[in-house]
């Protein structure tokens, strides 16, 4: 037997082009956010929520991930807000090299916040940097209040907890409380909010936050 | 499943790593996953087994070396393996910690049968 000695991260290629689209959002002033979820927490009602609030204090756009669809590029797209929608076919997570390339058909003239929407699924868009500046993860109440200690590793490398649908939860199965410490046992600190899109509840405390850029340190 | 797409990239390291004539000779792939890292050994080593089929390197296999999760207390120093997923130090219950391992994914090395040994 002959040996041949590597040690290379096997995803160096993603990490690579993460890196250079970092560095192309820096020097375009472009704050880019990373949104992971199940399917069907509500990642694109958030963002339509955020596009209402804070339609006069930031200039977005989006980047939309699905396996299959333009619908939600539909729905972003009926607000006004740029939105490159990228079609996976199959592939169960955005990889850096998509985002370098639909940055391309974006104008980013006057864009100050760029959202990336993943496709839904918790365990694999964890892996792949995209070149945002955070990851944000939502779950939703009626997803129960385990989801973090199932799925260690995306609220481990997220920076900010959204818990949407709390207008549900004396419906459904989840402890609001026991959901937070789970969350906070993986990672001590995530920034957390409780929102509900259906009635508007925590809305203007997340875009508040979001708008003053008050971000964690990664 | 991205164990497919990570099989791939694999694939294409190890592809880079050795000469065309060597491609066949490629018996073990050495590669660290951490307890972390989100990635599935078995459905790996399926997918890695699956995409070589196609190549020049039918009989290579993949040999994991799984990582657990270990932690340093930045506080009070304590060294300690992450149980349970609970990310707080069980000797002063702090949160200020420094990950030593378990987000590996990396490949190791590459191990070639040598011809000689064959023909002997």
């Known amino acids: 037997m002959s040996v041949i000695t590597i040690e290379r991260k096997i995803l160096e290629k993603n990490d690579r082009i993460a890196e250079k689209n970092r560095q192309f959002f820096k020097e375009h002033g472009v704050f880019v956010l990373n949104f992971v979820s199940s399917p069907g927490a509500g990642k694109t009602s958030i963002l339509e929520k955020t596009f209402q609030e804070l339609s006069a204090t930031l200039n977005i756009a989006v980047i939309e991930g699905d396996v299959q669809t333009d619908l939600d590029s539909q729905r972003v797209a009926s607000y006004g807000v740029p939105v490159v929608q990228i079609i996976t076919m199959g592939a169960c997570h955005l990889e850096a090299n998509l985002i370098r390339d639909a940055v391309q058909k974006l104008n980013l003239d006057g864009i100050d916040t760029l959202f990336i929407e993943n496709v839904g699924n918790l365990v694999c868009p964890s892996n792949y940097d995209l070149g945002e500046a955070f990851k944000v993860v939502v779950v939703s109440t009626t997803e129960g209040d385990d989801k973090p200690l199932k799925y260690p590793g ?53 875009c508040s936050w979001l708008s003053k850029r008050e971000f964690p340190r990664l | 499943m991205h164990e497919l797409a990570i099989a791939q990239n694999i694939l294409e390291i190890v592809q880079q790593s050795v000469t065309e004539e060597q491609e066949p000779d490629v018996k073990w ?25 196609e190549t020049r390197m039918q009989q290579a296999g993949l040999a994991i070396e799984q990582v657990p999760t270990v932690s340093r207390c930045r506080d009070c120093g304590h060294q300690f393996q992450i149980e349970d997923m609970v990310f707080v130090c069980p000797s002063c219950k702090s949160a200020n910690l420094e990950m030593i391992s378990g987000k590996e994914l990396e490949i190791l090395e590459i191990e070639l049968e040598d011809k000689r040994d064959n023909a002997l």
Request: aromatic letters at 8%; a neutral charge; proline letters at 5%.
């Open chain 1, 154 to 206: 995306m609220f481990r490398n997220s920076s900010v907890l959204i818990i949407n649908k709390i207008d549900l939860v004396p419906y459904v199965h989840c402890d609001l409380k026991l959901l937070k410490e789970n969350a906070l046992q993986i990672n001590p600190a995530l920034k957390i909010f409780e929102i509900s899109c259906f009635t508007g509840a925590g809305i203007p405390e997340w």
């Open chain 2, 29 to 53: 792939v050495r590669i660290r996953v951490g307890q972390l890292s989100g990635v599935v050994p078995d459905s790996l080593d399926f997918c890695f087994s699956a995409i070589v089929s």
